[in-house]
T-cell receptor, first 110, second 117 residues
Framework: EDQVTQSPEALRLQEGESSSLNCSYT??????LFWYRQDPGKGPEFLFT???AGEEKEKERLKATLTKKESFLHITAPKPEDSATYLC???????????FGKGTHLIIQP | GAVVSQHPSRVICKSGTSVKIECRSL??????MFWYRQFPKQSLMLMAT?????????EQGVEKDKFLINHASLTLSTLTVTSAHPEDSSFYIC?????????????FGSGTRLTVV
């Protein structure tokens, strides 16, 4: 059974304080690993897709990396507007839906 | 960009009634649509996979007679919660998939908060 575990569950940072969120996964035949951002009462918003170990992708203050067992979402010099829940998900088969972790609730204090 | 519209955003219904939730991809034709459910402080759980013109595929433990899915076109899927009960109260979210094979992008709707009283 596919499993996705995210840590920490919650993280409070000061504005400008960089950190990393972790996503550990077990899946037979990873097709893709996805990062999404979710604001309260909203649907997830796509951030990145990673396909193979060693791959990295960046967008503004966020950088996602992937190994064979885990992925990291690095946030550099965060701002209060980066506060949200960050979700990690894996896709196994080409036609399969996504298996999500519980997310990391990130709060950036001014 | 890809936009998915989901309606209604909130619904309160009486126990025993049915509720229909609509999911539309506005600017693309989706190869597949998915329905998820999210309980407070829990992860999104896949309920079913929906393809246009064919029967939906349900995940283990999801009652297909309770959660009816109709996929009328490449841009529209509906989820009907039949004979709803308080334990069905949850946040329901749809997604529409663009692309095939190794490069897919799932765009999510804004979700529907269902409260059964």
């Amino acid at each position: 059974e596919d499993q996705v575990t995210q840590s920490p569950e919650a993280l409070r940072l000061q504005e400008g304080e960089s950190s990393s969120l972790n996503c550990s996964y077990t899946v037979s035949g990873l097709r893709g690993l996805f990062w999404y951002r979710q604001d309260p009462g909203k649907g997830p918003e796509f951030l990145f897709t990673l396909y193979s170990a060693g791959e990295e992708k960046e967008k503004e203050r966020l950088k996602a990396t992937l190994t064979k067992k885990e992925s990291f979402l690095h946030i550099t010099a965060p701002k209060p507007e980066d506060s949200a829940t960050y979700l990690c998900a894996v896709q196994r088969g080409g036609a399969d839906g996504l298996t999500f972790g519980k997310g990391t609730h990130l709060i950036i204090q001014p | 960009g890809a936009v998915v519209s989901q309606h209604p955003s909130r619904v309160i219904c009486k126990s025993g009634t049915s509720v229909k939730i609509e999911c539309r991809s506005l600017d693309f034709q989706a190869t597949t649509m998915f329905w998820y459910r999210q309980f407070p402080k829990q992860s999104l759980m896949l309920m079913a996979t929906s393809n246009e013109g064919s029967k939906a595929t349900y995940e283990q433990g999801v009652e297909k007679d309770k959660f009816l899915i109709n996929h009328a076109s490449l841009t529209l899927s509906t989820l009907t919660v039949t004979s709803a009960h308080p334990e069905d109260s949850s946040f329901y979210i749809c997604s529409a998939r663009k692309g095939l094979g190794t490069t897919v992008r799932d765009t999510f709707g804004s979700g529907t908060r269902l409260t059964v009283v």
